[in-house]
């Protein structure tokens, strides 16, 4: 294929995605038909379906471009970050920026958590972007030199994740001006987070080191 129809090839690609997630947004996930995908990127249905074989991929495309694009930034703020509290509170905010504009689509996407579920951030059918994600927390973690039991650090990435995961799914259902309740909470739970770190190493908490461990162990179903 010559490098003119491989530009035009992606040109059309990315336009269907674009009108994919208007039409999502429009008319919600579930509603939504490749017909009308089609309608809004002025292709043919034939067209839309050699792109992307569902709605799902559609999905999947979305999310491999969110991180593909939030990657740079992400990075960029793990570099000039100089604290816990600033690593985190930036990835994390930016977040929050990036899809907001999808707010409505991550919504109705929520309903898919169940790890079975291709479109699921807990599937192994997105395990590839879960686990990059995962790795600017690891980064974080390393870069802020948080110190915790040798049982449990190698934990705590993958605690972070699940952290900014359960925010993001309370911000999805804020209806609250501005979402000033996720906020809220981001800024409040964060300090709390910070705080329990801090805390973790002293000697009078040991007893709950191994309690900790074994609970993870168990969690996660593997010795680490």
Not at 144 to 162: A, D, F, G, N, Q
Not at 187 to 212: E, I, S, Y
């Amino acid at each position: 294929m010559s490098p003119e129809k491989i530009k035009k090839s992606e040109e059309t690609r990315a336009r269907i995605l674009e009108a994919a997630l208007r039409t999502f947004q429009q008319h919600g996930f579930e509603r939504a038909t490749m017909r009308e995908i089609a309608t809004e990127a002025g292709v043919a249905v034939g067209a839309a379906y050699y792109y992307f074989d569902s709605k799902e991929a559609i999905v999947m495309a979305f999310y491999e471009r969110a991180q593909r694009e939030m990657a740079p930034k992400i990075e960029e703020i793990l570099d000039n970050a100089r604290t816990p509290e600033s690593r985190l509170r930036g990835v994390i905010a930016y977040k929050f920026e990036y899809f907001a504009p999808n707010r409505r689509l991550m919504s109705a996407l929520s309903a898919h958590a169940d790890p079975e579920h291709p479109l699921s951030p807990f599937s192994k059918d997105t395990a590839a972007i879960r686990d990059e994600d995962i790795g600017f927390f690891a980064r974080a973690v390393a870069e802020s030199k948080v110190k915790l039991p040798p049982r449990i650090s190698p934990y705590l990435p993958r605690l972070l994740w699940l952290y900014q995961m359960g925010l993001i799914l309370f911000w999805v259902y804020d209806h609250s001006h501005e979402q000033r309740r996720t906020k809220l909470l981001f800024d409040q739970t964060l300090k709390m987070l910070l705080l329990t770190l801090k805390l973790a190493g002293l000697p009078f908490l040991r007893p709950m080191h191994k309690l900790a461990a074994d609970l993870l162990d168990a969690v996660y179903e593997e010795k680490v």
